[in-house]
């Protein structure tokens, strides 16, 4: 009898038999994480929600990555400037609408702080490179390569010069006046406005002198990212899954996620790209996830291809490849895929096996003035997406059923909870996103 026959019928598995199978990961311990500081986290809370780093003031990190959502915004493709509400009850404001969605899906937040990440983003355009100044590749380069704490703190950099995330358009701001000039760096570029903007509040200065007190009160944009990067490896570190217990030989999972840990580790081969102790092994795969929304590319295409990890590297190789997301607390990261195609975790799984069994109505997408399905109408772009993609697995939907209930047991209690949570107010006194 297998396994999946033996678990489905009634029995569990002592976490003590973990070791029993093969390739499950190693206990995550504090050796796996960047020591953190508390008044650095604290501090990196607050600009967290504070819409403050945001060109028009409307738009915090926390729009696009609460908790409410998993660390994501529970829409396919966000909405940043030029949305109001949360959530997948975000729409376009009518006043001031955004020219086109954010192009990818938001991102969950768990575990950035680890040390085995390297890379940043669905196409892992900010890489760890020790022969870069700072040791970062990035898409800007130069001086602002440096001075950053971590990989996860020169992430933050991008996001508040995005005109669709933070930044807004044109001529609505001087943060978007400056990036439309492609003034970024530099005494007047949007880095150092929004950090003027911050360091004028007279709650942020105080805060600031505190906990980096060698900086004699100069706050750099590179300061305002330690401290968000300090905040995220605190609140989103998560390791106390039903799943650590099992792997630590403290407590036995049910029947079915049993099964399901079997399939993952076993026949279905989920582990060769979701490996390690998160999930992932940090690659690049060509799945043949559906493709919706703008695509990202150079503002003057306009063919809403979006070719992923080969818009980085230049290679054609690497055509329609994504990077594999960690599976950590995935049940509240929905929907899933780059482009957030998929609203459910069995739809998801069921198209990984059968890339074109995908129906529109799986899209979390709230109507904007763009059209959204055009690489999806286009056969020529269809064929190079299915010819450069592998598929995956095809499930039966007991199979599919197991993998759900195995992946229910990352999702971590602790983490969900939050350990410093949402303020109650910023500095700023601007509005906290809250649902």
């Known amino acids: 009898m297998t396994m999946l026959r033996l678990a489905l019928a009634g029995l569990t598995l002592a976490g003590a038999a973990a070791a029993e199978i093969a390739g499950l990961p190693a206990p995550v311990t504090d050796a796996a994480y960047r020591p953190v500081r508390e008044d650095e986290a604290r501090l990196g809370q607050l600009l967290f929600y504070d819409p403050i780093l945001s060109g028009g003031r409307e738009v915090a990190c926390a729009t696009c990555h609460h908790p409410a959502f998993g660390t994501s915004d529970g829409l396919s493709l966000g909405i940043g400037d030029g949305g109001i509400g949360l959530g997948p009850e975000r729409v376009a404001d009518p006043d001031n609408p955004p020219e086109e969605r954010v192009p990818r899906n938001a991102q969950s937040l768990w575990n950035l702080g680890a040390l085995e990440y390297v890379a940043m983003f669905h196409d892992g355009r900010i890489e760890a490179d020790a022969s870069r100044p700072g040791g970062l590749r990035t898409p800007i380069g130069g001086d602002m390569a440096t001075g950053f704490a971590s990989i996860l703190s020169a992430q933050s950099m991008f996001p508040v010069v995005s005109p669709d995330e933070m930044a807004g358009h044109y001529s609505e701001n001087e943060i978007a006046q400056a990036v439309r000039r492609g003034v970024v760096t530099g005494p007047d570029g949007a880095w150092a406005l929004i950090s003027a903007r911050v360091a004028a509040v007279p709650e942020y200065a105080r805060l600031f002198a505190e906990v980096y007190p060698d900086r004699g009160g100069e706050i750099a944009f590179t300061d305002i990212s330690n401290a968000l990067a300090a905040f995220i490896e605190f609140e989103f570190r998560s390791d106390t899954a039903p799943f650590d217990a099992y792997l630590r030989g403290e407590a036995d999972l049910p029947a079915e996620a049993v099964a399901g840990l079997e399939l993952f580790y076993g026949e279905t081969g989920c582990a060769s790209c979701h490996a390690g102790p998160f999930q992932t092994d940090h690659g690049f795969h060509a799945m043949g996830a559906p493709q919706i929304g703008p695509g990202k590319h150079a503002r003057f295409e306009s063919d809403h291809r979006d070719e992923g990890r080969a818009e980085v590297t230049g290679d054609p190789a690497d055509r329609y490849a994504f990077r594999t997301p960690s599976l950590r607390n995935v049940t509240l990261t929905a929907p899933y895929g780059h482009a957030g195609a998929h609203r459910t975790l069995d739809g998801f799984l069921a198209s990984h096996g059968r890339p074109g069994a995908w129906d529109r109505a799986e899209a979390v997408l709230p109507a904007l003035a763009v059209e959204d399905w055009l690489a999806l109408d286009d056969p020529a772009e269809g064929a190079a997406i299915a010819s450069a993609s592998v598929a995956g697995p095809e499930l039966s939907e007991a199979e599919i059923a197991a993998l759900v209930a195995f ?22 006194g601007l509005t906290v996103p809250m649902p």
């Open 407 to 428: 992946l229910g047991t990352l999702t971590d209690p602790v983490a969900e909870a939050g350990r410093l949570g949402i303020p109650a107010e910023v500095p700023s």
